[in-house]
Nanobody, 123 residues
Framework: HVRLQESGPGLVKPSQTLSLTCTVS??????????WNWFRQPPGKDLELIGD???????YYNPSLKSRASISRDTSKNQFTLQLSSVIPEDTAMYFC???????????????WGKGTLVTVSS
């Protein structure tokens, strides 16, 4: 059974960098042919793709966040990480990691989700 667990600070100050880690169990993040995603959902708004990292280590970012987002992985720990720089209060959201069988930009292709973690951007 595949499980994903997000971890990281729940409060980040404006202009700082948000950093979240997704720890995966029950599967390898290098296993063919999966994609490992970060999504977020601000209060009262729709789910939004931030980006993904493929089983090969290739990354894709939502064009609207590409200049601030970075996704990397640690294969020895079976984890992948999101960094979002220069955060603003509008980055306040529930952040989710997930696994998809292909590259996708909408949440309904996600097979497995983490429970999500709330990140608040505030001074």
């Amino acid at each position: 059974h595949v499980r994903l667990q997000e971890s990281g600070p729940g409060l980040v100050k404006p202009s700082q960098t948000l950093s979240l880690t997704c720890t995966v169990s029950g599967d390898s993040i290098t296993a063919n042919f999966y994609y490992w995603n970060w999504f977020r959902q601000p209060p009262g708004k729709d789910l939004e793709l931030i980006g993904d990292i493929s089983y090969r280590g290739n990354t894709y970012y939502n064009p609207s966040l590409k200049s601030r987002a970075s996704i990397s992985r640690d294969t020895s720990k079976n984890q992948f990480t999101l960094q979002l720089s220069s955060v603003i209060p509008e980055d306040t959201a529930m952040y989710f990691c997930g696994r998809a069988p292909r590259r996708c930009t909408i949440g309904d292709c996600i097979e497995y989700w983490g429970k999500g973690t709330l990140v608040t951007v505030s001074s």
